[in-house]
T-cell receptor, first 111, second 118 residues
Framework: QQPVQSPQAVILREGEDAVINCSSSKALYSVHWYRQKHGEAPVFLMILLKGGEQKGHEKISASFNEKKQQSSLYLTASQLSYSGTYFCGTEFAGGYQKVTFGIGTKLQVIP | GAVVSQHPSWVICKSGTSVKIECRSLDFQATTMFWYRQFPKQSLMLMATSNEGSKATYEQGVEKDKFLINHASLTLSTLTVTSAHPEDSSFYIC??????????????FGPGTRLTVL
């Protein structure tokens, strides 16, 4: 049950905002967000737990709507360093810590 | 964040040979380690889940005799690709995670190993 991410790709100008969505057809325990740059391993951004969390770090924040089984990642005032592919990973209750990743959203920030 | 290392970073081998990839958690004890494979421009596909001292749990479609996983300690897991063939060429990434403590935890990824089989 791979989560569905949208959009698949987005191009932003520096300073613009973006939202990446992640949805699941199955009840979720947690949602994980990662960013991967070309040729590198994914880097952890944040995790949101069941209970409807919202979190943020600097200008990147995320929310988790437990009822809708959806999570959104918000990038505010984007910087060039935000470019990369963003993956959401979903974990189900009783899933033995296994995280299933979406196909990814390719984000490119241009000057 | 936690640090996970992988060795080697890249390897080129001839078809038919075996390749071992190491994954280490450097500053924490990982109760569980995961092995992923990623093809170009695709998502991370989980291959197997490895718990220290027990047999790995493989995902459907992953050949356990071809991809041998050993989790000898709480800080080390190895993946051996046996009799590698060109179709095994990929980016292999491990991740490590400690147990639940009620406040949520996540997986920390190693830097990955790029395998090229000629």
């Amino acid at each position: 049950q791979q989560p569905v991410q949208s959009p698949q790709a987005v191009i932003l100008r520096e300073g613009e905002d973006a939202v990446i969505n992640c949805s699941s057809s199955k009840a979720l325990y947690s949602v994980h967000w990662y960013r991967q740059k070309h040729g590198e391993a994914p880097v952890f951004l944040m995790i949101l737990l069941k209970g409807g969390e919202q979190k943020g770090h600097e200008k990147i924040s995320a929310s988790f709507n437990e009822k809708k089984q959806q999570s959104s990642l918000y990038l505010t005032a984007s910087q060039l360093s935000y470019s990369g592919t963003y993956f959401c990973g979903t974990e189900f209750a009783g899933g033995y810590q296994k995280v299933t990743f979406g196909i990814g959203t390719k984000l490119q920030v241009i000057p | 964040g936690a640090v996970v290392s992988q060795h080697p970073s890249w390897v080129i081998c001839k078809s038919g040979t075996s390749v071992k990839i190491e994954c280490r958690s450097l500053d924490f004890q990982a109760t569980t380690m995961f092995w992923y494979r990623q093809f170009p421009k695709q998502s991370l596909m989980l291959m197997a889940t490895s718990n220290e001292g027990s047999k790995a749990t493989y995902e459907q479609g992953v050949e356990k005799d071809k991809f041998l996983i050993n989790h000898a300690s709480l800080t080390l897991s190895t993946l051996t690709v046996t009799s590698a063939h060109p179709e095994d060429s990929s980016f292999y990434i491990c991740s490590a995670r400690w147990g639940y403590d009620g406040s949520g935890d996540t997986q920390y990824f190693g830097p990955g190993t790029r395998l090229t089989v000629l």
